[in-house]
T-cell receptor, first 116, second 108 residues
Framework: ETGVTQTPRHLVMGMTNKKSLKCEQH?????MYWYKQSAKKPLELMFV???????ENNSVPSRFSPECPNSSHLFLHLHTLQPEDSALYLC???????????????FGPGTRLTVL | DAKTTQPPSMDCAEGRAANLPCNHS???????VYWYRQIHSQGPQYIIH???NNETNEMASLIITEDRKSSTLILPHATLRDTAVYYC?????????FGKGTRLHILP
């Protein structure tokens, strides 16, 4: 148990559906992250939020829309996804994103997403 | 791209020490060495990190060479539950770039 929870753990959706992934951290952290892990590929950073402000978007398609209402919650809204978007989506949190300072990230268990 | 090089896979007998090497020859002076592991289909788990000195915690030891161009993660008494993919990462702040890691198999 890392203090980072994700729901749902598994999600199957059609290409025309709209769904949301939820992440919650109970660690008092101020930075939160979304990663994507496709089969047999390294983890890819998608978005970074630091003190509720989005500080990084790694050229993620607009069909993925993040939302960070407060430092403890992070959402990933999904719409009109493609089958190639099927992957494990991981949320992580860390104390804060400060340039030049090492900051350990703590990961949730992930949401296994299948797009039909 | 990841700035580290790791062997794709390793085996270790249960109860023995597992020594996982990592090369990071282009590491900068203010970059840390991090180790994470990922057990099948779970989120990555932080293990340990260091800058220059060797580090030890309840999970593992991290040995960093004096020139900082390589490091070794040591699991002192490997168990079957240590079977996972181990990632060596160099990072200055919290921009972590994962490579392919080393798949460690603990053999009974």
């Amino acid at each position: 148990e890392t203090g980072v929870t994700q729901t749902p753990r598994h999600l199957v959706m059609g290409m025309t559906n709209k769904k949301s992934l939820k992440c919650e951290q109970h660690l008092g952290h101020n930075a939160m992250y979304w990663y994507k892990q496709s089969a047999k590929k390294p983890l890819e950073l998608m978005f970074v939020y630091n003190f509720k402000e989005q500080t990084e978007n790694n050229s993620v398609p607009s069909r993925f829309s993040p939302e960070c209402p407060n430092s403890s919650h992070l959402f990933l809204h999904l719409h009109t996804l493609q089958p190639e978007d099927s992957a494990l989506y991981l949320c992580a949190s860390s104390q804060a994103k400060v340039v030049g300072v090492a900051d350990t990230q703590y990961f949730g268990p992930g949401t296994r997403l299948t797009v039909l | 791209d990841a700035k580290t090089t790791q062997p794709p896979s390793m085996d270790c007998a249960e109860g023995r020490a597992a020594n996982l090497p990592c090369n990071h020859s282009t590491i900068s002076g203010n970059e840390y060495v991090y180790w994470y592991r990922q057990i099948h289909s779970q989120g990555p788990q932080y293990i340990i990190h260091g800058l220059k000195n060797n580090e030890t915690n309840e999970m593992a030891s991290l040995i960093i060479t004096e020139d900082r161009k390589s490091s070794t993660l040591i699991l002192p008494h490997a168990t079957l539950r240590d079977t996972a993919v181990y990632y060596c990462i160099v990072a200055r702040d919290d921009k972590i770039i994962f490579g392919k890691g080393t798949r460690l198999h603990i053999l009974p």
